[in-house]
């Protein structure tokens, strides 16, 4: 139980203020990223996943690590999982957006195929450990380890599929060139990366005021902080996602946004562990509740539906991955609601 909440109201009007601020500072983000994809040599893909991925993913790094501390733990696990869900379903959104061809069939990439398959592997931990509560190690779950190194390795294998692919997708007239360099700004890479790093610390301290006021938006309203968790917090904080998609489909850089999403959503993983680390009161997993099972399966079936949408890559239109993932989402939500 949390103590100390919000209001009802300031916590609502903190809400709507980040949402402003983390909007504010997502254009931003994307541009700077996107140049410093290109002069570090990393790629769109990767430099997705690692520079706007990481950091795109703060607010709600924050927001999971403000409610573990609060002794939440649904609201904790629930944000996490939910931003993989909901940055899943802004996919489908950035698809209204680029009206040429299918998103994921223009964004070819291997790596972000790779990404999802990781991801789908990295989800199952959770699962393994909320069926295993009697093993600990000291007040964390013996999983918890796993997830960064299963992301560890995974980043050693984008590395090595980036500099050495062995499968590469079939090129079309509507498939983006993911390494076509735009004209760079006059701005030097130092200043480029401070850039990054004054707006990661923006949208940080925004992803802090966003768990505090989704906690008493919990508290006010009476509902469940994992349902909280999964849709109205995790809908703020994973704004930068959204505004970075949209902006970086806009500017043609389909595959630095495509990687943003996969790549953030296999960063967020990793605020599972940080999550059960600060839970102080034991494991994290079971004292999530069986709510968490469900977010947690509808999850894994988003992403199973994405990896097929960008291998399938369906030519024209929203694809059957754009018209299934938002589907399942709310079916999930409302499943979730209902199995309280």
Do not use: C
Request: proline share 4%; net charge negative.
């Amino acid at each position: 139980m949390t103590t100390g909440t919000w209001p009802l109201w300031p916590s609502a009007l903190a809400l709507v203020a980040m949402a402003v601020v983390i909007v504010f500072a997502g254009v931003r983000l994307t541009r700077a990223a996107d140049e410093l994809a290109d002069r570090t040599g990393l790629g769109d893909a990767v430099g997705g996943a690692l520079l706007l991925g990481a950091v795109t993913s703060l607010p709600g790094n924050v927001t999971v690590l403000t409610g573990a501390l609060e002794g939440d733990a649904g609201f904790a696990l629930a944000n996490p999982i939910g931003g993989i869900a909901l940055q899943t379903v802004w996919l489908a959104v950035a698809d209204l957006v680029y009206r040429r061809a299918n998103l994921e069939h223009a964004a070819a990439s291997l790596e972000n195929v790779m990404q999802s398959v990781i991801l789908m592997a990295m989800l199952s931990l959770p699962v393994i450990a909320y069926s295993t509560p009697q093993l600990t190690l000291g007040w964390i779950h013996p999983v918890t380890l796993l997830i960064p190194l299963l992301y560890a390795y995974g980043l050693v294998l984008l590395r090595r599929m980036h500099s050495d692919p062995m499968w590469v997708p079939t090129h079309t007239s509507a498939t983006a060139d993911e390494d076509e360099e735009e004209e760079g700004s006059d701005r030097s890479t130092r200043r480029l990366w401070a850039t990054l790093a004054g707006l990661g610390l923006l949208v940080g301290v925004a992803g802090w005021i966003v768990g505090q006021a989704g906690l008493g938006v919990a508290a006010g309203t009476g509902l469940e902080g994992g349902i909280i968790g999964f849709t109205l917090t995790t809908a703020v904080s994973s704004l930068p996602e959204l505004v970075v998609l949209v902006t970086a489909v806009r500017m043609g850089q389909l595959t630095l946004g495509v990687g943003n999403i996969v790549g953030g959503n296999v960063f967020d993983m990793l605020m599972i562990a940080v999550a059960d680390i600060g839970y102080l009161e034991g494991p994290l997993y079971r004292a999530a509740g069986s709510t968490s099972l469900v977010l947690l399966g509808g999850t894994m079936l988003l992403i199973a539906v994405l990896t097929a949408g960008l291998v399938m890559r369906d030519r024209k239109g929203i694809g059957f991955e754009g018209l299934l993932i938002p589907v399942i989402y709310v079916a999930t939500v409302a499943l979730a609601v209902i199995s309280r």
